[in-house]
T-cell receptor
Framework: NAGVMQNPRHLVRRRGQEARLRCSPM?????VYWYRQLPEEGLKFMVY????????ESGMPKERFSAEFPKEGPSILRIQQVVRGDSAAYFC???????????FGPGTRLTVL | DQQVKQNSPSLSVQEGRISILNCDYT??????FLWYKKYPAEGPTFLIS?????DKNEDGRFTVFLNKSAKHLSLHIVPSQPGDSAVYFC???????????FGTGTRLTIIP
């Protein structure tokens, strides 16, 4: 499977717990982007990472949210102390080192009870 | 501030006819535009893109038109097929390798 992979596909958390969302980019891609889609809305940019570097985090909430893309392993989007308003679909996209089209994974649907 | 707008939340088209989806933008710095198709519970699938140096790009049944002076782009699908029923998002970026700004989507329904 050469596509962008995300896991888990569905995640249920209670208020106050932590959520960890994982993204493995397409083979050969080193740029990773995270987007969030709230119900009945378009996708909103959160963060853009390259290996071991955060390039643009202008869309990340100031508190509780963090992202990383280590030298080895998947990119992780971490949400601490989740609240009901964090319930959304979180999509990861990747692109090639020279830039270009972003290809999306299937998303992780986070539900906060 | 919605920089990319898709003013039609839904569109119904007869199978075999042309589907035209529209998108307007306000940021004159955008120079790369894309269309994605999305089925429920799946991620967006890339369809076609266009850079600001062109006014038209074609790929099979899909054609994207860009009118920079009007800050408007459109996606034409011809002929429309039942499998085209999905939500279509237009997206824009300042450079190819930058964050995408998405519209709110248009739900296209193809009537057999």
């Amino acid at each position: 499977n050469a596509g962008v992979m995300q896991n888990p596909r569905h995640l249920v958390r209670r208020r106050g717990q932590e959520a960890r969302l994982r993204c493995s980019p397409m083979k050969g891609h080193s740029h990773v982007y995270w987007y969030r889609q709230l119900p009945e809305e378009g996708l909103k940019f959160m963060v853009y990472l390259q290996k071991e570097n955060i390039i643009d985090e202008s869309g990340m909430p100031k508190e509780r949210f963090s992202a990383e893309f280590p030298k080895e392993g998947p990119s992780i989007l971490r949400i601490q102390q989740v609240v009901r308003g964090d319930s959304a679909a979180y999509f990861c996209a990747s692109s090639a080192p020279q830039g270009g089209t972003q290809y999306f994974g299937p998303g992780t649907r986070l539900t906060v009870l | 501030d919605q920089q990319v707008k898709q003013n039609s939340p839904s569109l119904s088209v007869q199978e075999g006819r042309i589907s035209i989806l529209n998108c307007d933008y306000t940021n004159s710095m955008f120079d790369y535009f894309l269309w994605y198709k999305k089925y429920p519970a799946e991620g967006p699938t890339f369809l076609i893109s266009i850079s600001s140096i062109k006014d038209k790009n074609e790929d099979g049944r899909f054609t994207v038109f860009l009118n920079k002076s009007a800050k408007h782009l459109s996606l034409h699908i011809v002929p429309s097929q039942p499998g085209d029923s999905a939500v279509y998002f237009c997206a824009a970026s300042v450079v190819e390798d930058e964050k995408l700004t998405f519209g709110t989507g248009t739900r296209l329904t193809i009537i057999p």
